[in-house]
C-alpha cells in the first residue's frame, strides 16, 4: 500500500507543522517532493517520508512503503500501551506527554549499480528532550534489496584502519571550533578522546554519476560530545586505503577522489 493511501485512513492526519526544534530534514533552497505518512492522536504523532523521485525504482519504494506500515506500527503500539499503563496507573492524574516518532529519508548519490540513502530519525517519549539519529543504507539495484554500507568493505577493522586518522583530526579539529578551544591530546575525559568511525552512519557520497568517491560518518548526540554539541559530521575523500579495505569485487564502483 501506498503511503499516500496511507494518510487517508482512518486516523487523523497530522497537518501541523513540525517545530524547528524536531525538525529533520537539512535546510534545502528547493526541497524535493515527498511520499508522507503522517498521523496524529492523543497519544502520539508519527510522520515518515521519503522523496518521491525514488520512485523512479518501484522495488525502492514498495521496500520503504513497507518499511513505513512497520515502523507506524510497532511505534502506534508502544505508544497507546505506555499511555494505557500510565491512565492505569495514576487514574486522574497527569497523563503522559504525546510522543513523537519521525522518520525522514534522503538520497546521497545514485551511481549504476547502488543508490546511496540517509534515513534520518527523531524520537520523544517524554523527558526533557527527544533524541534523534542518522542510519545509512545503500540500495542494491540488481538485487533489490537494502544494504548497509559496511558490508562492502573486507572487515571494519580494515575499514577503520583505512581513516581513523583522518577521521580523528577532523573530528577533533570539529570539536574545537563548537568549543572554542582545542582539545587536549592527554584527556581522560571520553568526550575528549577518539571512536570508532565504523560504529556510526557510514554515507557513501559521489561527486560523479559513475561512483562513490566520498565517505561521510555522521556521529549522533553523546558519542564524540555532550547532547548540545549535536551532530558531527566528518567528510573523507575516498583515497587509495580506503580503496584497499573494500571487498574486491566492490572496488569498481569507488574511485579515488581526484
Same mark, same amino acid.
Given at each position: 500500500?501506498?503511503?499516500?493511501?496511507?494518510?487517508?485512513?482512518?486516523?487523523?492526519?497530522?497537518?501541523?507543522?513540525?517545530?524547528? =526544534?524536531?525538525?529533520? /530534514?537539512? !535546510?534545502?533552497?528547493?526541497?524535493? #517532493?515527498?511520499?508522507? %505518512?503522517? +498521523?496524529?492522536?492523543?497519544?502520539?504523532?508519527?510522520?515518515?517520508?521519503?522523496?518521491?523521485?525514488?520512485?523512479?525504482?518501484?522495488?525502492?519504494?514498495?521496500?520503504?512503503?513497507?518499511?513505513?506500515?512497520?515502523?507506524?506500527?510497532?511505534?502506534?503500539?508502544?505508544?497507546?500501551?505506555?499511555?494505557?499503563?500510565?491512565?492505569?496507573?495514576?487514574?486522574?492524574?497527569?497523563?503522559?506527554?504525546?510522543?513523537?516518532?519521525?522518520?525522514?529519508?534522503?538520497?546521497?548519490?545514485?551511481?549504476?549499480?547502488?543508490?546511496?540513502?540517509?534515513?534520518?530519525?527523531?524520537?520523544?517519549?517524554?523527558?526533557?528532550?527527544?533524541?534523534?539519529?542518522?542510519? =545509512?543504507?545503500?540500495? /542494491?539495484? !540488481?538485487?533489490?534489496?537494502?544494504? #548497509?554500507?559496511?558490508? %562492502?568493505? +573486507?572487515?571494519?577493522?580494515?575499514?577503520?584502519?583505512?581513516?581513523?586518522?583522518?577521521?580523528?583530526?577532523?573530528?577533533?579539529?570539529?570539536?574545537?571550533?563548537?568549543?572554542?578551544?582545542?582539545?587536549?591530546?592527554?584527556?581522560?575525559?571520553?568526550?575528549?578522546?577518539?571512536?570508532t568511525p565504523s560504529e556510526h552512519a557510514i554515507i557513501l557520497g559521489s561527486t560523479t554519476v559513475d561512483s562513490f568517491d566520498i565517505i561521510k560518518i555522521n556521529v549522533g548526540p553523546y558519542a564524540a560530545g555532550p547532547y548540545v554539541e549535536g551532530d558531527y559530521e566528518i567528510d573523507l575523500s575516498v583515497t587509495k586505503?580506503?580503496?584497499?579495505?573494500?571487498?574486491?569485487?566492490?572496488?569498481?564502483?569507488?574511485?579515488?577522489?581526484?
Amino acid at each position: 500500500m501506498m503511503i499516500r493511501q496511507l494518510a487517508a485512513a482512518a486516523l487523523p492526519i497530522l497537518l501541523a507543522a513540525v517545530p524547528a =526544534s524536531a525538525t529533520l /530534514d537539512p !535546510s534545502l533552497a528547493d526541497p524535493p #517532493e515527498m511520499e508522507e %505518512l503522517m +498521523r496524529k492522536t492523543d497519544n502520539y504523532t508519527f510522520e515518515y517520508r521519503y522523496p518521491k523521485s525514488l520512485a523512479r525504482d518501484s522495488r525502492l519504494s514498495d521496500y520503504l512503503d513497507q518499511d513505513s506500515e512497520k515502523e507506524y506500527t510497532k511505534f502506534s503500539t508502544e505508544a497507546d500501551r505506555d499511555h494505557a499503563d500510565t491512565a492505569a496507573i495514576t487514574e486522574n492524574g497527569p497523563r503522559l506527554l504525546a510522543y513523537d516518532y519521525q522518520v525522514h529519508w534522503s538520497e546521497e548519490a545514485d551511481i549504476p549499480a547502488f543508490i546511496s540513502l540517509t534515513q534520518h530519525w527523531y524520537g520523544f517519549y517524554g523527558g526533557a528532550h527527544g533524541i534523534h539519529g542518522t542510519k =545509512s543504507w545503500i540500495w /542494491d539495484k !540488481s538485487n533489490k534489496t537494502m544494504v #548497509e554500507p559496511l558490508t %562492502l568493505f +573486507r572487515s571494519a577493522e580494515a575499514f577503520n584502519q583505512a581513516l581513523q586518522i583522518e577521521f580523528c583530526e577532523q573530528l577533533n579539529d570539529q570539536r574545537a571550533e563548537k568549543r572554542g578551544q582545542p582539545v587536549a591530546t592527554d584527556s581522560d575525559d571520553s568526550f575528549d578522546k577518539c571512536i570508532t568511525p565504523s560504529e556510526h552512519a557510514i554515507i557513501l557520497g559521489s561527486t560523479t554519476v559513475d561512483s562513490f568517491d566520498i565517505i561521510k560518518i555522521n556521529v549522533g548526540p553523546y558519542a564524540a560530545g555532550p547532547y548540545v554539541e549535536g551532530d558531527y559530521e566528518i567528510d573523507l575523500s575516498v583515497t587509495k586505503a580506503i580503496m584497499a579495505s573494500l571487498k574486491p569485487a566492490y572496488r569498481k564502483y569507488f574511485a579515488v577522489k581526484r
